[in-house]
């Protein structure tokens, strides 16, 4: 392909792309195709003369448009949103364009510049405490890895090699071995399935502590863990905690975890994948924002909430120090002469598990400029929003509950009565493809998560997800006598109201901020 070639194609695409995106609601959320379908429909062998582009484009919308689940649709409402923007999707143009792979300075110093800059931004726009800033006095800083599980793989890493050292120093009679045989994480049972996963890879169990009614993780609870361990001869050398659980986007309670886990000097990492977006917003208090001066290192998924595209997970470290020293296995033919100059040129190879890097940071300020922070806000802001008339919509209808509190995108809620009725309206939406949400499951008891996600997601999408609800519920219950015994009692407009009162009491609106939000 010639550059005037790539030029129609290109542009071709682009043209593409803003029809997909502009015109997502005329598509059913979910695809109609069964397992293996593509491959009936493709070739088994590389074609052995170069095909025109212009049937490749038409292949796009044939054969894998009708494979596309549409993360973009605003009938997405499953797991937890996945962002793009068109300027994020310009980013990545110019970084294939690009072509370059920054694991050292010299490799591409504006890769790497970039990067660390745009780290400071969006540490900046957080509210993250200052020693986490690449441009900070000391030795933290921020580093973009391809995704949470990546992030929290690396703090168990981390944690586990200087952990090692620490006890060698204290206990010259272990030998390594025994060392590593006796290490131990913590975590809860609400945190996501990644934090087990990193904890295998790692070979570092982790224990997935009962949190309670509330499904918060609490220093108490890792105190009880952390002493059995400790009698039992383990070593205790990291917590991972959540801000924004997956079930329910429950706050895990840093303040009371920062103190145990000083107390007994094991690493504390804050796994902020979706919430933490929650974090730019001045009228939004956010609970145990307090705690994070004191937490060794933390992620927050740009990719979920700040309309960058995935895959792009932000990676704060209050002493980067801990991976650069542990991660470093350097051979002559990476070595620069511009090496360890300063936070402002890192070499960031050392600071994840692959020696590769893409130029994600392209997209992040390409983002960050064209959209802006007041932009991202209103963004977040909408979302909430959004959340919060689902909500009410849901507390409308007394065939409802809601089961978790709500504080940003996401609603739990569940039909009342056996846990089947919710797993068959599930089923009923599931087949008729038009909104997509997940149920998860909590002490026994089903509900169904429905999460603001999308391009572009407005209310009146949110009511034809709810009218869509309300009609299968309609059909399922109509076809359920039993469910007419189950008593419900009209949720009248004051009941609502002290609900969701008592819903936002993380949300403190600041005077004046209340139209806004
Ligand atoms: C989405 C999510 C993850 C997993 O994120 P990946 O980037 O896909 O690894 C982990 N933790 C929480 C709290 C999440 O919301």
Redesign the pocket.
Known sequence: MDPNEFREFGKATVDFIADYLENIRDRDVLPSVSPGYLHDLLPTEVPENAENWKDVLKDIEKFIIPGITHWQSPNFHA??PTATSFPSVVGEMLSAGFGVVGFSWICSPACTELESIVMDWVGRFLNLPEKFLNTADGPGGGVIQ???????LVAILAAREKSIKKIQIQNPDLTEGEIRAKLIAYSSDQ??S??EKAGLLAAVPVRLLPTGDDLILTGDIIRKAIEEDLENGKIPIICIA?L???GTCAYDDIVSLSKICEEHDIWLHV?????AATLILPEFKFPYKEGLETVDSINY?L??SMMVNF?C?GMWLKNAGDIVDNFNVDRIYLKHSFENQSKKAPDYRHWQIPLGRRFRALKVWITLRTIGAEGIRNSVRKRIKLAEYFEKLIMKDSRFEIVAERTFGLVCFKLKGENDLNKKLLDKLMERKKIYLIQAQHRGESFLRFVICGFDPQEKDIDFAWNEIKEQTDLLLASHPRYTEIECRPNDEKIINEISKSLQKHLLIENGGKGKQ
Do not use: M, P, Q, R
Not at 146 to 152: P, R, T, V, W
């Open positions: 797991y937890y391809g995704s949470a599980s990546e992030a929290i945190s996501n990644c934090v959540t924004g659980t997956t796994d902020a994948a979706y919430a998924n990719h979920k895959d997970c």
